[in-house]
């Protein structure tokens, strides 16, 4: 398993290779879901260059974002201040998910594209992410079900090493990844949802992408 401290380094080298990693737009599902949500705390596991986060700081949540590198959460700071999201409506933490102690559960959690080229534990992420919905909170996975064509390259250079962190997903897979037991939570949807992206060098393509949306049952 890689150590969190050679995962930390290798996502900071990746971001600065360019300006920008992403492409700073929200993602269809989380602003799809939230808009029928009551807003209140949420949680952006991977939150990467703050786009999610700063969206649903805009629309009223309280949100905190984590992501294990450095780069990112500095890049992701400076935009939410840059978009004038109000002080403490957005947190960004630098932290190893898996030994990150969150102060409180919250109403949701958002796993928007938790992949790695490297070798990663996601089923053990997304359990982690699980534990951290409180009751009649929302749980929302998001995956690659298919690969932009500009990552494709990327991708085939690290095919080799590739492990369950970074492979195309199906809501079968998915739900089979997720211990969703019965008796605890209600799936909303696991569905494939179809988008249009734009890659860092303004490619265009239509992707597909596996959405889980489970609700925590409130067992008392």
Do not use: K
Not at 24 to 32: R, S, T
Not at 147 to 171: C, I, L, S, V, Y
């Amino acid at each position: 398993m890689e150590d969190a401290d050679d995962a930390a380094q290798q996502w900071d080298q990746r971001y600065r290779e360019s300006e920008r990693l992403w492409s700073g737009n929200v993602n269809d599902a989380v602003a799809a879901c939230a808009q029928h949500l009551i807003p209140g705390t949420a949680l952006d596991i991977g939150c990467g260059e703050g786009a999610d986060v700063i969206w649903l700081a805009q629309h009223r949540w309280r949100v905190t974002g984590i992501d294990i590198s450095q780069v990112a959460i500095q890049r992701a700071t400076e935009a939410a201040r840059a978009q004038g999201v109000p002080e403490g409506q957005a947190e960004f933490i630098a932290a190893d998910l898996t030994t990150w102690q969150a102060p409180q559960q919250f109403d949701l959690v958002v796993a928007a594209f938790l992949h790695s080229h490297g070798e990663f534990d996601r089923g053990a992420a997304l359990q982690t992410a699980q534990n951290m919905v409180t009751p009649n909170g929302h749980l929302l996975v998001v995956s690659h079900a298919t690969f932009p064509p500009w990552a494709q390259a990327r991708h085939d250079e690290n095919a080799e090493h590739e492990t369950h962190g970074h492979e195309m997903t199906t809501p079968e897979s998915e739900l089979q990844l997720l211990p969703l037991d019965a008796d605890e939570w209600s799936v909303e949807a696991a569905e494939m949802q179809s988008r249009q992206a734009t890659g860092p060098e303004g490619q265009h393509a239509v992707l597909d992408d596996t959405v889980v949306l489970a609700q925590r049952q409130n067992l008392v």
